[in-house]
Each structure stands twice: as structure tokens, then as C-alpha cells.
């Protein structure tokens, strides 16, 4: 399984340790390959990812394309935001939307979503809005 690793830091993260890109650069692509995925690493390291601010996003594009051309399986990030920070969430949305459309799940170190699923989609949805809320769920096998 192709896994994409996708890499960023944002201010919001100050004072998450877990969230540094050190930590993310260590522990995703050991992750994955503990899972036996092939780790593919897309990094835009300290970018935003705001509404309007995604044209800085080189990796994030590439990555795009890829899912489009049929290399990527399962996009493996530190939490769902690292895809988007857009408040409206029409960036997000556009997002499950491409996964759906491509078969492809997202991932954190503690669970696996798949967008093509209507309970994983409600869930998706549910944990970008309140990515600040505690929801802990075990990692499916």
C-alpha cells in the first residue's frame, strides 16, 4: 500500500510536542512502515494551510496530483487539520471529496477513515471541525 506522509507545522502547534516537524518526520514514516506501507513524504514543514494560502503548499499540490494519478492509497497525517485550516471548510470538504473519488483513506497515528464510507465521512467531518476535542479511537488492522 502506498502511504502519503503529510508533513506540516502551524503556529497553532506551539505547544504540541508531539506536533513537531522532527516528531512528524521521525514517527509517521516509522508508522507506516510498521503497517508495511511504502512511505511517500510530502513536507511543506512550518506553511499554512488558511484559506488562501494553499498556493504555498508545493508538497500539498504534488500530492494532489498524485492522488489524482492513481499513486496514493492512504494519505497518513499527525491530525486531520495538517490537510487544511480553511473555516469554512470548503478546502477540506474538497479534500474527502478527492480521497472519496480515488479510494483513498486518511490516517493518524490512532485511526484509519475512509471518505467513500458515510460514517467515516460524518467522522471526518466531525473531528476537522473540532480538531481540539479529545476523540480517541483505536487503529483498525
Not at 508545493?58 to 489524482?68: A, H, N, Q, T, Y
Not at 490512532?110 to 481540539?132: F, N, T, V
Request: hydrophobic share 35%; net charge neutral.
Amino acid at each position: 500500500m502506498n502511504a502519503a506522509i503529510y508533513i506540516r507545522k502551524s503556529r497553532e502547534d506551539e505547544g504540541k510536542q508531539g506536533h513537531r516537524l522532527t516528531v512528524q518526520r521521525e514517527r509517521l514514516p516509522e508508522y507506516a512502515m510498521e503497517q508495511g506501507w511504502s512511505p511517500h513524504i510530502y513536507d511543506d514543514g512550518h506553511s499554512s494551510a488558511a484559506r488562501g494560502k494553499v498556493a504555498q503548499l508545493p508538497e500539498r499540490s504534488k500530492l494532489e496530483l498524485d492522488i489524482k494519478a492513481g499513486k496514493i492509497d492512504i494519505i497518513l497525517v499527525i491530525e486531520l487539520s495538517r490537510l487544511s485550516r480553511d473555516d469554512t471548510m470548503q478546502d477540506y470538504i474538497a479534500w474527502l471529496t478527492l480521497c472519496s473519488d480515488h479510494n483513498v483513506k486518511l490516517a493518524t497515528l490512532s485511526r484509519i477513515l475512509d471518505p467513500a464510507q458515510h460514517s467515516d465521512w460524518m467522522l471526518l467531518l466531525i473531528k476537522e471541525k473540532g480538531s481540539s476535542l479529545p476523540l480517541t479511537f483505536e487503529a483498525k488492522q
